[in-house]
C-alpha cells in the first residue's frame, strides 16, 4: 500500500493520514459497509466527514496510483495496452438529483402496452486501465466520473441538429479522447502506448488526436468510413483484398460450453476520410484495416466478425494475429468492472452511497 499511496496530494497532510487509515480499514473488509470497517463510531464519523470534504477529489485519491503505474509502466519494455471501456454504477435513491442521472429505464414489467420510464441514478465510470501485451495490469492510466445531466435531452437535440456538426468536445463521447490524452502525457512516452477500444471509440477525432501526441489507437470499427477518393469504402477496398491466412482461436458459447473458431484473415493499408461534415478540420489518415472474419456459420453463437483499424503496420499474418491478440486484451477490462461491482459490491443495495464509493477507493488503491 506504501507504493500507492505515496504520491498522494491532498491540500492537508491530516487529509493525507485519514486517508491512509481509511484504505487500511476498508481493505480489511472489501465488500462492507463504513461502519463495518471502521468498528466504532468515531473512525466511522471521521471516514464519512473525509469522504464528504469539498478540499478531497477523485484526483487526489486517485493522484498516488497514477504516479505508481507510471512507474510500473516504466519498469517495462515494449508497448503497453491503454483500455477504455464505460460502465454505470446505480443506485437507489428517493431524490435522484442528489447523485444524478444515467438514463432511463422502464419502471416495471407489463403485459401489453408501454411500461411507464423512471430516471435511474448513479453514476458512470470511464477507466483506462493499462496492461502489458500478455495481460499483466499495470494499474489504472486515467478516469472520468460523470452523470448524465449535463447531456440529458441529446436524442432530441440529434432530431434538429446533425450530430456531426456539434464539436467533439460537447459531446458525451468525448470522454475517450480525454482519458486518451490524459493518459498518453501521464506516461510521457506516447510511442510506447496502444489505446485499444470496442467500437463506440470509432471516433475520428480520437484517430486525428491520437495523430498530434505521437501515440497509437486500436479500435473495432463500426463505421464504414469513405476511402481513397471518396467514391468508396474501408469494406470496399478490404473486400478485394485476398485471404492473407487462416486463424483458429478458442470460444465459448452462453452456456460456458468451449469450441474452435476458425477466422480468415485480410488487412491492407487504407487512406480514410473524415466525415464529410468535417472535412474543413481534419485530414485524411493513413491507417491499416484488418478483418477477422469466422469461416463458416456455428449453431450455438453469432459467427465472429472483427473488423479493427489501426494506425499501426501489418505487414505479415504474424502481425495480424498479434494486433487480434491485444484486441481481445481488451476483455481485461471487463474483469475489472466484476471485481467492482460484484467483489466490492459497489452497486450493493443496502450500503450508503458513500460505502460504495469507498469500496470503489479500496479496490483501486491496495493491490
Known amino acids: 500500500m506504501d507504493r500507492e499511496v505515496a504520491g498522494s496530494n491532498f491540500q492537508d497532510g491530516r487529509l493525507a493520514a485519514r486517508f491512509r487509515t481509511l ?4 481493505w480489511r473488509s472489501v465488500g462492507q459497509s463504513i461502519p463495518l470497517a471502521c468498528q466504532d463510531w468515531a ?18 485519491i486517485l493522484s498516488g ?18 483500455l477504455q471501456d464505460t460502465t ?3 443506485y437507489q435513491r428517493d431524490q435522484p438529483e442528489s447523485i444524478g442521472a444515467i438514463g432511463k429505464m422502464p419502471y416495471r414489467k407489463q403485459v401489453s402496452g408501454n411500461p411507464p420510464v423512471r430516471t435511474a441514478c448513479g453514476i458512470l465510470m470511464h477507466s483506462s486501465p493499462a496492461v502489458t501485451p500478455e495481460g499483466l495490469p499495470l494499474g489504472l492510466a486515467a478516469i472520468t466520473f460523470w452523470n448524465r445531466k449535463k447531456f440529458m435531452g441529446c436524442n432530441a437535440l440529434k432530431k434538429a441538429i446533425n450530430p456531426t456538426r456539434v464539436p467533439i468536445e460537447e459531446k458525451e463521447s468525448f470522454r475517450w479522447l480525454r482519458n486518451l490524452q490524459q493518459s498518453t502525457v501521464r506516461f510521457s512516452d506516447p510511442d510506447r502506448c496502444i ?15 491520437a495523430k498530434e501526441l505521437g501515440t497509437h489507437f486500436l479500435v473495432r470499427t463500426c463505421q464504414d468510413r469513405l476511402a481513397g477518393d471518396g467514391e468508396h469504402t474501408m469494406s470496399d477496398e478490404v473486400s478485394t483484398v485476398q485471404v492473407k491466412g487462416l486463424h483458429r482461436v478458442a470460444t465459448r458459447d452462453a452456456k ?3 469450441s474452435h473458431a476458425l477466422l480468415e484473415i485480410k488487412y491492407c493499408q487504407v487512406t480514410v476520410l473524415p466525415p464529410i461534415g468535417k472535412r474543413s478540420r481534419y485530414p485524411a489518415l493513413q491507417v491499416t484495416v484488418t478483418h477477422a472474419t ?12 472483427w473488423k479493427l483499424i489501426m494506425d499501426l503496420p501489418v505487414h505479415s499474418r504474424r502481425d495480424a494475429i498479434e494486433k487480434l491478440d491485444w484486441y481481445a486484451m481488451r476483455w481485461k477490462i471487463e474483469t475489472f468492472r ?17 460505502d460504495r464509493l469507498a469500496n470503489l477507493i479500496s479496490v483501486f488503491l491496495y493491490p
Open 88 to 90: 454505470e454504477f446505480s
Open 23 to 26: 484504505l487500511e480499514r476498508l
Open 195 to 209: 489505446h485499444v477500444g470496442d467500437r463506440e471509440s470509432d471516433i475520428y477525432e480520437l484517430f486525428c488526436m
Open 294 to 305: 469466422e469461416r463458416g456459420e456455428p449453431t450455438d453463437r453469432k459467427p465472429i466478425k
Open 65 to 82: 496510483h497514477f504516479e505508481a503505474t507510471c512507474a510500473r509502466f516504466h519498469a517495462t519494455e515494449g508497448p503497453i495496452l491503454v
Open 43 to 60: 473512525q466511522t464519523n471521521a471516514a464519512y466527514r473525509f469522504l464528504s470534504n469539498d478540499r478531497v477529489s477523485e484526483h487526489d
Open 338 to 354: 466484476k471485481i467492482l461491482k460484484s467483489g466490492c459490491k459497489a452497486e450493493e443495495s443496502r450500503l450508503r452511497s458513500a
Open 256 to 258: 460456458g460450453h468451449s
